[in-house]
Structures are given as structure tokens and as C-alpha cells.
């Protein structure tokens, strides 16, 4: 079977298929289904952000460098941006239960081997394999999805199931806190081992293999390798940037080697006979528009929240548990909004729901750009809540925009390839907004150090201000007299405010921008195709 006569089946309206008798017992009962991989994406998803609060207190212990407490974060991302569509094809060609299952254990067994580490190397290590096992999971739990419910409840499924990432992701800052708090940082990764032996137990016991007749039966080596190293080469240089600077050359050199692995990538996907991925699924234009969208609604989104816990905890002066209970709004939205996005997609399709979301997250960006110094909390909350409901659509109907139309065989695909926007659109939002914050500190921090009358800094002193004001912290020295600390604490305040506000403004540019993405988008074609899959 070619490539070109693979793709086809998903341009074309898909046969009629025999939809299976509803599951008798627990195995294979689809709201089930969706509780057991709920309960292993958790793990992966908390695990994007309840690391940072931990970081610190890791520093601490270990004796890292503060290189090496990036790489606690950066190992994760890497490994999982790079595997996750690699991934989704594993499980289209072994099942995904199986795949699933796998990644589980894995993320899970390396989870207590972090707890367990007692340096950074092996911290990092671990965190790595964390990465590489939950891009296993990831795409799994949306194929399982995908052949388990039938299309008229499926936008409901995935409404969840976003609504769980969602959660978790927000509430991975305040559950991070309190364990560091009251527990140790060990306990952040300790935390996950209970959490995957539950949902081992229950994947056994629930969750049925689905294969779809003409799933995929031999590798693309070649085409694994050059979208990997593609895929690395660009995450790579979205990490770097910010410390080797936009203008350097091995920025741009890992960029140009990105841009080269793509475009060979491309040629070779052409002529093998079982692409990694056919290209012709981009001929799909719904397809496309929902991949650009989870991208485009992932920059606003992480870059935007990147700037927003520094502002509580560093502008406001909160414990990392108080920020965590501030976001409490967007966390609450997105839960609330992924069931109710689900069930109105489901009514009157993705168009109008998604154009909706990023129509609201614009507004909510920009509202997040007129924070100050002395913004009180209703008005946190009310931007942060009109975040909230923006992105529970986004999340919702861009997952089924992309695996809804994609054909079954490649429902793992199809997974992995929305997973990579979500991590490609957070690392593109924190490097590139980063990039624009520092611009809009160092060109304003001099003038305004000097307007304070504050007394003169040296370049070198200069330079060092500017890294400490752009997570908004206040250069003073020890020793300063309290009435200059307060007024060099307030220009770097004023300052870093200035720059969280350009950023901001960029994101709701994006998120204008998504929202004529998002007309292009319509229901997914081949969603009816999964409550036939073949039952292994």
C-alpha cells in the first residue's frame, strides 16, 4: 500500500463502518476508557509545571549550577517535543493500549528514580527518560480515545481530556508548592509512582486494543531520524536562544540545520512506501489550520503564563502556593469550559467555537498587559478567568479538528502531531516573548534607572541589572539603606512591568491572528471511522 493511496482515504468521505455493540463489563466501556488515560496524562501534563516550584530547593540540595536547573526543564521539553510523533506511530503500529501501558510504567519507574537521585546528572537523566516515556503516553491516550467513542460523543471526550491537561498544567504550580513546602522536592516525583500503579491497574483491567485493518506495518527509519533531528535542532535553538542571543551564529546555525533536516525530511517522506508521515494529510487545509492553531494558541498561551508567575511572586511578593491559588480562575475556567466547548462542537462545530476561544484569549492578553504594580486581585482574576475560557474551545477543537481528520490508521500520528504543536507553540512563546521583554528591558532600564537619580551603574553593573529586572527582581545590593533598595525595587518593578505588557500585547497579536486560522477549520471527516476500529 502506497503512501499517496493511504492519504486518500482520508480526503475522500469514509465507508460506512459497523459500529461494535456497546462494551459489556469494564473492558473496553468508553467514559471508562477516558478515566484510565485521564489519570496517566495527568502525571505527564503536572509534570510541565510543578518541577519549577521544585527547582529551587533542588539547587539547594544538590549543589547545581543554575545551567543545570534549566536542564531539569529543558531535558523533559527536548525529549518530549523530539519522540512525540515518533510516538504516536509506535502506537499505530503495536496499539495503542500497549504503547500506552508502556509509557505508564516507564514515566512512573523513572519518576522514583529521580526521587531517589542524589545528583544533578542523574536528576537530569531521569528527567529525560520522564520525557521520552510520556511521549509514549501522550499520543496513546488520544488514539485510544479516538477508536473508543463514537462521533457524537467524542468532542466530549476530547472536551475532557483537554480539561484535564488544562488542570493539571495550572495546578501544577500550587500542588507543586505545598509538597515542597511541607514535604521535600523528592516528593514532586514520588507523588507519580502511586499515581501510575493506579493507572497501570486500571489500563489492564479497562482499556481494549484498537487497530485500525490497514494500520502501518514497517518503520520509516530514515524519516524517524531526519524529523528527529529536525525537531531537536529546533527546540534546541528555541532553548539557547535567550542566553546565546538571537543574533549569534549557532542560534541561527541550529535553525538552518532545522530548516535542512525538514526539507530532507520532506523529499524522503515522497518516496518511501510507508512515510513516518505522508505528507499529502497536510492536504487536509482543517487538518493544517488546526495544527497552526494549537501552535499559534501555545505561544500566547506559555509565553504569556511565563510572565505571569514572575509578576505574582516577584512583583506581588507571593509564596509560590498564593500564585498558584491566583491562577485558581483560569484553572476553574478551563475545567468548567473543555466539557461545555466539547458539547457545543459537537452541536455546531469547531468554526465558530475556536474563532470564540482566541477571540477571548486576545481580549484576555491585552487585559493582562494593563496589570500594574498595584493591580488588586479581582482584576488578576477576571483576566485570568476570560483566559481560561478562551482556551477550553482551543484546546478542544483544535485536538478533534486534527485527529478527527486524520484517517484511523494514523490516529497515533495524528496525536503526536497535535502534542508537538502544543510543546513546539510553548517553547516558540517563551523564547520568542522572552526575546521581546528583554528588548523592552534594556532599552528602557538605563533611562529610567537615571530618571529615579539612582546612582550611575557601569555596562557590566548594567547587564546584571537587567537579567535580575527581567524576572522582576530588584538589583540591590547587600547593604543598601532601606529608602534606595525601595526605590531601585520600584524602577525595577515599573520596568519589568513595561516589558510583561509588550509581551503580553504580542500575544494577543497571535491570538488575532489564530483567530482567522481558525475559520479555515471544520469537523473532523474520519471521526466516525473510530467507534469501528477493529477490537484486538
Known amino acids: 500500500m502506497t503512501s499517496q493511496t493511504t492519504v486518500d482515504k482520508a480526503d475522500k468521505a469514509p465507508e460506512p463502518v459497523s459500529v461494535p455493540a456497546p462494551a459489556k463489563g469494564l473492558r473496553g466501556h468508553p467514559w471508562l476508557t477516558l478515566f484510565s488515560v485521564a489519570i496517566g496524562v495527568m502525571m505527564v501534563a ?70 531517589l537521585s542524589d545528583s544533578i546528572a542523574l536528576v537530569v537523566t531521569f528527567r529525560v527518560f520522564q520525557g521520552l516515556f510520556g511521549a509514549l503516553l501522550m499520543p496513546a491516550a488520544l488514539g485510544l480515545l479516538r477508536a473508543t467513542f463514537p462521533a457524537e460523543k467524542l468532542n466530549m471526550a476530547i472536551g475532557i481530556w483537554g480539561m484535564v491537561i488544562g488542570a493539571s498544567t495550572a495546578g501544577g504550580p500550587i500542588l507543586g508548592g505545598l509538597l515542597v513546602q511541607h514535604v521535600s522536592w523528592q516528593s514532586v516525583f ?10 497501570l491497574v486500571l489500563g489492564l483491567l479497562i482499556l481494549r486494543d484498537h487497530r485500525a485493518e490497514n494500520a502501518p506495518r514497517s518503520f520509516d527509519i530514515l524519516g524517524i531520524v531526519l524529523l528527529s533531528g529536525a525537531m531537536f535542532c529546533l527546540v534546541w535553538a528555541l532553548i539557547k536562544a535567550p542566553t546565546w542571543g538571537w543574533g549569534d551564529g549557532l542560534t541561527w546555525t541550529f535553525l538552518a540545520a532545522s530548516v535542512l533536516c525538514f526539507a530532507a525530511f520532506a523529499i524522503w517522506e515522497t518516496r518511501v512506501k510507508e512515510p513516518l508521515i ?15 492553531l494549537m501552535v499559534l494558541m501555545a505561544i500566547a498561551f506559555m509565553g504569556g503564563l511565563f510572565f505571569v508567575t514572575f509578576y505574582l511572586q516577584n512583583v506581588h511578593g507571593m509564596s509560590p502556593v498564593d500564585s498558584g491559588l491566583h491562577l485558581l480562575p483560569l484553572t476553574g475556567m478551563m475545567i468548567v469550559g473543555s466539557p461545555l466547548a466539547g458539547a457545543m462542537i459537537t452541536k455546531v462545530g469547531p468554526r465558530i467555537p475556536l474563532a470564540g476561544g482566541m477571540l477571548l484569549t486576545a481580549v484576555a492578553m491585552y487585559g493582562m ?47 503526536g502531531l497535535q502534542q508537538a504543536a502544543m510543546q513546539i507553540g510553548g517553547s516558540l512563546g517563551t523564547a520568542v516573548l522572552g526575546a521581546v521583554m528583554a528588548s523592552k528591558v534594556d532599552s528602557d532600564l538605563a533611562g529610567n534607572w537615571t530618571d529615579a537619580k539612582l546612582p550611575p551603574l557601569t555596562p557590566a553593573q548594567l547587564d546584571q541589572a537587567s537579567e535580575a529586572v527581567q524576572v522582576g527582581v530588584g538589583p540591590v545590593p547587600k547593604g543598601t539603606p532601606p529608602a534606595l533598595a525601595e526605590k531601585i525595587t520600584s524602577v525595577a518593578h515599573d520596568t519589568f512591568i513595561s516589558g510583561m505588557s509588550l509581551a503580553c500585547l504580542v500575544a494577543a497579536g497571535v491570538a488575532v ?23 484486538i
Do not use: C
Open 190 to 199: 514520588f507523588i507519580n509512582v502511586p499515581v501510575g500503579v493506579i493507572a
Open 278 to 292: 505522508p505528507l499529502a494529510l497536510f492536504r487536509s487545509v482543517p487538518l493544517s489550520a488546526g495544527v497552526v
Open 369 to 415: 498587559s494593563t496589570l500594574e504594580s498595584g493591580t488588586g486581585s479581582g482584576i488578576m482574576s477576571l483576566w485570568f478567568a476570560l483566559l481560561g475560557l478562551g482556551l477550553a474551545p482551543v484546546m478542544v477543537g483544535a485536538t478533534e479538528v486534527i485527529v478527527g481528520n486524520a484517517p484511523m490508521e494514523l490516529s497515533g500520528v495524528a496525536g
Open 46 to 115: 503536572l509534570d510541565g509545571t510543578i518541577v519549577a516550584i521544585a527547582n529551587p530547593a533542588i539547587q539547594k540540595d544538590l549543589g547545581a549550577s543554575f545551567a543545570d536547573v534549566q536542564w531539569i526543564t529543558n531535558g523533559y521539553f527536548l525529549a518530549l517535543a523530539v519522540t512525540l510523533i515518533t510516538a504516536g506511530k509506535l502506537g499505530d503500529r503495536f496499539g495503542h493500549r500497549q504503547t500506552f501501558l508502556i509509557g505508564v510504567i516507564g514515566f512512573a519507574a523513572a519518576s522514583g528514580a529521580i526521587g
Open 513 to 535: 491572528v489564530a483567530i482567522f486560522v481558525a475559520l479555515l477549520t471544520k469537523r473532523g471527516s474520519n471521526a466516525e471511522a473510530g467507534a469501528g476500529a477493529a477490537h
